[in-house]
């Protein structure tokens, strides 16, 4: 059975990822532009930021012509690129390049401020990293219990990022202040969705397939399973739960991502200022 409106989505998505896609093409015709202006250090630093926005926004991309919904298997290819290994492992790389993005980004608005330009960022790297670890256990394992620690995970990093920007909003003024602030309000509501919906949707599963007595494959079994195992829907109730979060993922995400680039340039070509 088919649904139109999950074809609709579809090609929501991908019309989406084609205009991220260009937005990321004019970001980097701006820096090209900038370069002239900025010294060698301040470009590579505006750089790096671009090449790992360009991992975010492709993988972004990728995803959003061949979404996978994980643990049930579903996609709506049948070829190789919507199984589910190749989806992890492209938003595995996506989501450390993306938060790589958030502490190079701290780091260079904080200066020589140790917490937020050495601590929060680090710490945000590798809290993600064992993140990705998590959720390629309950992708591999089809437990869920894994995604309640990941998105755990991912609510606190973002928590520790908020913290970050609150430290250093008091050392800016003007536009430099409001786009600290637009940054902790984005980030708080962030935190809200995070903890008041997505961790309790992953617990209520993994409840839910305990009290079922789910039978959870080995790490050999899954590894097999995620490498050949396709099934095929359409239909709007197989998606329904997943349709919500994967528009905004691979929307306003990418869109902070890109917006990386260009807060990026706009630091690098400010006077040197070391907050306090």
């Known amino acids: 059975m088919q649904s139109s409106s999950v074809t609709y989505w579809w090609y929501l998505l991908c019309a989406i990822a084609t205009l991220n896609a260009l937005a990321w093409i004019a970001s980097a015709a701006t820096l090209r532009q900038h370069q002239p202006l900025l010294s060698q250090e301040a470009y590579t630093f505006c750089r790096r930021q671009l090449v790992l926005s360009a991992v975010y926004v492709f993988g972004c991309a990728f995803r959003s012509a061949h979404p996978v919904y994980d643990i049930p298997r579903l996609c709506l290819f049948h070829g190789w690129l919507s199984s589910v290994i190749v989806g992890r492992s492209v938003a595995t790389v996506a989501e450390l390049s993306f938060v790589t993005q958030w502490a190079l980004m701290l780091r260079q608005c904080a200066g020589n401020a140790w917490i937020s330009a050495k601590l929060i960022p680090v710490s945000i790297v590798v809290l993600i990293a064992i993140a990705e670890v998590c959720s390629w256990y309950s992708v591999i394992t ?107 993922y691979f929307s306003v995400a990418v869109w902070v991502s890109i917006s990386f680039v260009h807060a990026s340039l706009r630091e690098a070509k400010r006077p040197a200022r070391n907050p306090t």
Do not use: K
């Not at 935190?191 to 790490?219: K, N, Q, T």
């Open 142 to 248: 089809t437990s869920n219990a894994g995604h309640v620690i990941e998105e755990t995970i991912w609510g606190a990093s973002a928590a520790l990022a908020v913290l970050g920007v609150g430290l250093l909003r008091a050392a800016f003024t003007g536009a430099r202040r409001r786009m600290f602030i637009a940054w902790c309000i984005g980030g708080i509501a962030y935190v809200a969705y995070m903890f008041l919906r997505d961790v309790p949707m992953y617990w209520s599963r993994w409840i839910a397939d305990e009290e079922r007595g789910r039978h959870y494959l080995s790490i050999a079994q899954g590894l097999l399973d995620i490498s050949h195992h396709r099934v095929v829907s359409y239909r709007w109730e197989d998606w329904t739960s997943e349709i919500a979060w994967m528009t905004l």
